[in-house]
């Protein structure tokens, strides 16, 4: 009797890969929305268009379903911050572009700064379960090491920078007045989400940043020169 041969393996499937990122983009929305402790996997199902059971197949619990959605929140933006190309851009250049790119980044993904805030109030509970989140940042220390490394080689940033603390600083100028928005603009009595008030914000920002960052001028010189196309204000 001949022997059957044996079956090839079967493909993954693309509807396996279609549902798992509809349940993924299903849960950053809803636990966005509502945080983690409100988040519920029922409305993420119903969001998704699945049975409850398939995310749990998939996923194991909601604990691990929110690290995953971490996880793919924090990559889509190391990966955006990739294609910046900010190797190829001169220093000065190259800072103004990553806090210009991660202002318009957290403007555009409200979502981001959600799951961030609520992943802080569970003290990072999840992402220290994590096996692949400090694998995930270390190119953009990277990158901006060697930023840093090139401007002091040019001659124009000072030495002794922190590359974690220039990025926590760069992306804390952003997520605080936007997280805080409208508390701010009661305090302050403008509105802050207006379209100037924005692009005014943007401009302190890098100046702040690059005038930290720049080594001291030569006397009778600026020592933060404003971006292309900006104009100075005058009073």
């Given at each position: 009797m001949a022997q059957k041969p044996?079956?090839?393996?079967?493909?993954?499937?693309?509807?396996?890969?279609r549902s798992q990122a509809a349940i993924l983009k299903a849960a950053r929305d809803e636990f966005s929305e509502h945080g983690f402790a409100g988040g519920r996997v029922?409305?993420?199902?119903?969001?998704?268009?699945v049975n409850k059971r398939?995310?749990?197949?998939?996923?194991?619990?909601?604990?691990?379903l929110f690290l995953s959605v971490l996880e793919n929140t924090y990559a889509d933006i190391r990966q955006a911050e990739q294609g910046l190309h900010l190797d190829a851009l001169a220093p000065i250049e190259a800072l103004?572009?990553?806090?210009?790119?991660?202002?318009?980044y957290f403007l555009a993904h409200p979502e981001f700064l959600s799951l961030l805030a609520s992943e802080n109030l569970s003290r990072a509970s999840h992402l220290k379960q994590s096996g692949k989140i400090r694998e995930m940042h270390?190119?953009?220390?990277?990158l901006l090491d060697?930023?840093?490394?090139?401007?002091?080689?040019?001659?124009?940033?000072?030495?002794?920078?922190?590359?974690?603390?220039?990025?926590i600083s760069i992306a804390s100028l952003g997520f605080f007045y936007l997280a805080n928005n409208d508390t701010l603009s009661v305090i302050f009595g403008r509105d802050l989400r207006e379209a100037d008030a924005l692009e005014e914000r943007l401009s302190h920002m890098t100046d702040l940043v690059v005038g930290y960052a720049i080594s001291e001028p030569p006397e009778g010189?600026?020592?933060c020169p404003p971006a292309p196309g900006r104009s100075t204000r005058t009073s």
């Open positions: 044996n079956p090839r393996p079967a493909p993954v499937s693309r509807d396996t890969d029922d409305r993420i199902a119903e969001r998704a268009g398939l995310i749990y197949y998939y996923f194991g619990n909601k604990d691990d103004r572009t990553l806090v210009t790119f991660t202002w318009h270390s190119p953009l220390v990277q060697r930023l840093l490394e090139r401007g002091r080689a040019d001659g124009l940033f000072r030495a002794g920078i922190d590359p974690v603390q220039l990025y010189e600026t020592a």
